[in-house]
């Protein structure tokens, strides 16, 4: 067998142990399940990625790992097919509130509040029931306020790989536009 022959069975490998992985999984555990080294494992999750640009299955790296997940674009089919309630539709002020967290991450209640100008426990409830925000920690502040931050499920919800994706902040620092 040729080496690409070889070397194309092991990214079939690993393709096959992040299709049964429940959660993101690490490059050094795929490497010890795979008996090799982290290097051939990220060569072979580039394969990978590159083969999934245009097909339903994206590889996704959050937590420190990476998994298999639907393409953003083909949610509601698959959806649809499994007989899920459509995804939990985000209010302008829960987008507002979103936003925040996402370019301010870890920011406690108030902070948001401050800059939205406006309470912000109701949005911030739907946002953690909805799975898109987490409570990360407590300040080190008077009364110790919850931290929030996204999770991987709003990377996935928003088909990001990462923060860094998020786009830039206008020049004039405004977070978040309200019509008057």
Same mark, same amino acid.
């Given at each position: 067998?040729?080496?690409?022959?070889?070397?194309?069975?092991?990214?079939?490998?690993?393709?096959?142990?992040?299709?049964?992985?429940?959660?993101?999984? !690490?490059?050094?555990?795929?490497?010890?399940? &795979? %008996?090799?080294?982290?290097?051939?494992?990220?060569? =072979? *999750? @580039? +394969? #990978? /990625?590159?083969?999934?640009?245009?097909?339903?299955?994206?590889?996704?790296?959050?937590?420190?790992?990476?998994?298999?997940?639907?393409?953003?674009?083909?949610? !509601?089919?698959?959806?649809?097919?499994?007989? &899920? %309630?459509?995804?939990?539709?985000?209010?302008?002020? =829960? *987008? @507002? +509130? #979103? /936003?925040?967290?996402?370019?301010?991450?870890?920011?406690?209640?108030?902070?948001?509040?401050?800059?939205?100008?406006?309470?912000?426990?109701?949005?911030?409830?739907?946002?953690?029931?909805?799975?898109?925000?987490?409570?990360?920690?407590?300040?080190?502040?008077?009364?110790?306020?919850?931290?929030?931050?996204?999770?991987?499920?709003?990377?996935?919800?928003?088909?990001?790989?990462?923060?860094?994706?998020?786009?830039?902040?206008?020049?004039?620092?405004?977070?978040?536009?309200?019509?008057?």
């Amino acid at each position: 067998m040729s080496n690409n022959g070889r070397e194309l069975g092991f990214v079939a490998r690993v393709e096959s142990v992040l299709f049964v992985a429940e959660e993101p999984v !690490s490059t050094h555990r795929l490497a010890q399940a &795979l %008996e090799t080294t982290p290097e051939r494992v990220e060569r =072979a *999750l @580039e +394969a #990978l /990625a590159a083969h999934y640009e245009s097909r339903g299955v994206r590889l996704q790296h959050c937590d420190g790992g990476v998994q298999l997940t639907t393409a953003p674009e083909a949610a !509601s089919h698959v959806e649809r097919f499994l007989g &899920l %309630e459509s995804r939990v539709h985000v209010s302008q002020a =829960a *987008l @507002e +509130a #979103l /936003a925040i967290v996402a370019y301010r991450q870890p920011i406690t209640r108030p902070e948001v509040e401050a800059i939205r100008g406006v309470g912000s426990d109701s949005v911030l409830r739907t946002l953690l029931n909805a799975g898109l925000v987490d409570r990360v920690g407590r300040a080190d502040a008077v009364g110790r306020p919850f931290l929030y931050g996204t999770t991987p499920e709003f990377l996935q919800h928003f088909g990001l790989q990462s923060l860094e994706e998020l786009p830039d902040l206008p020049e004039d620092g405004e977070m978040v536009r309200r019509s008057p």
